[in-house]
């Protein structure tokens, strides 16, 4: 390994600007895992599939957030588009908490058709949205779609799930809130309903 010693000025243009304490590393590019290897690591661990997909979420502390959180309640990898979405930045692993270098993340070309490859492999597809037809609740209710393998799709900050992944998903599950707060945010939203698969999973 070799040590580089420069002037704040330097560490500062160096690292863009970033909060970086002192201290930085140049590290390779992010190598992705493949959209099969996430189920494959399920098997085994001989334990029913739990995949978190992620459509067109953008911001990459939303997604390291949400790393953070599949890999704290046992999910098997991260799943997220090419385009049009974060990517394994600094910014995500940062928030990740060290959570990416322990689970994988997976890219894919086309979300939808990834996801009917998981239907099509025994696993249940849900995605999250404040008007869903089934709340969590439902959801991890002893004998419920959570028991199984699954999926767990989140949407966007903006527009939250798109129209096509809406429609491949096999139920769309709210989250149920009190007040007149309308929605959480993805990272938010995938920690609760992780959180609740898991508790729903060991009992």
């Not at 334990?47 to 992620?54: G, K, M, R, S, T």
Request: charged share 20%; net charge negative.
């Amino acid at each position: 390994m070799k040590l580089l010693e420069v002037t704040r000025n330097e560490m500062d243009r160096m690292t863009g600007g970033a909060v970086h304490q002192g201290l930085a590393a140049r590290l390779p590019a992010y190598e992705y895992a493949h959209a099969d290897d996430l189920m494959d690591r399920a098997g085994e661990a001989k334990e029913p599939a739990l995949i978190v997909a992620l459509d067109s979420v953008t911001d990459p502390r939303n997604l390291g957030a949400v790393v953070r959180s599949a890999a704290g309640f046992g999910a098997h990898g991260v799943l997220i588009p090419e385009r049009r979405a974060a990517g394994m930045t600094a910014s995500a692993w940062k928030t990740s908490a060290g959570a990416a270098a322990r689970l994988p993340i997976a890219q894919t070309v086309n979300l939808t058709r990834q996801l009917k490859a998981y239907q099509e492999a025994g696993s249940m597809v849900v995605g999250l949205a404040a008007d869903g037809d089934l709340s969590l609740p439902e959801l991890v209710a002893p004998g419920g779609l959570a028991e199984g393998p699954l999926v767990v799709v989140v949407g966007s900050e903006g527009t939250g799930l798109g129209r096509l992944v809406a429609e491949t998903c096999d139920q769309i599950v709210s989250i149920p809130m009190a007040g007149q707060l309308e929605s959480l945010n993805a990272g938010v939203a995938a920690s609760v309903a992780l959180y609740a698969i898991s508790q729903a999973r060991l009992a």
